[in-house]
């Protein structure tokens, strides 16, 4: 497998795939961030129903279409799924992605996509953390950009991505397949 360049050349170090890392960091007393498993398929599935838009097109009725889905991801040494719990329950998940490219001087991205927090946990700053640590993440993977895409009817995410740091630098574009 290849690694990722974590200095802009093609010769130098690099770092393990993501798929590799033994990803489980405790942010608090009561919280761990860890990398989601099978088992956590359920619960984020229901975060991510629970919004606005994610009501729309998801559905906790069959899990077997997201199953599928977490076999690839979980399989695919440049994504990362991860959770947050906490005292045994999830709180949190987001999905993180390690593009390699040739643009930026040949170095790596971050994307971060999916950020949910579950109802009971919103408004605590679980957001700011979860994209705290993908951030710290991204660049421990030897990334020198992250970014993320929100939905343009998501106004309240947009401020807080600003909030963050993030810069609203691109216009997205989208074609459904199916």
Known sequence: MLGLVNDNTATGPTH?????LDIHRTIADDLDIRRATAAD???IVAMIADDQLGATRESTDDLTPYLAAFNRIDTDPN?????AERNN????TLQLTIIPGLSR????RGLIEAVRVATTARGEGLGTTLIRWAIEESRTRGCTLVQ?????????????YTNLG?????????????
């Open 16 to 20: 393990p795939p993501v798929n590799d």
């Open 41 to 43: 398929v359920a619960g």
């Open 79 to 83: 994504q990362l799924l991860v959770v």
């Open 89 to 92: 329950e999830l709180v949190g």
């Open 105 to 108: 001087r040949g170095s790596s």
């Open 148 to 160: 993320l895409t929100s939905d343009k009817s998501r106004t309240k995410a947009h401020n807080f």
């Open 166 to 178: 993030f810069e609203n630098t691109h216009e997205g574009f989208k074609l459904k397949l199916n």
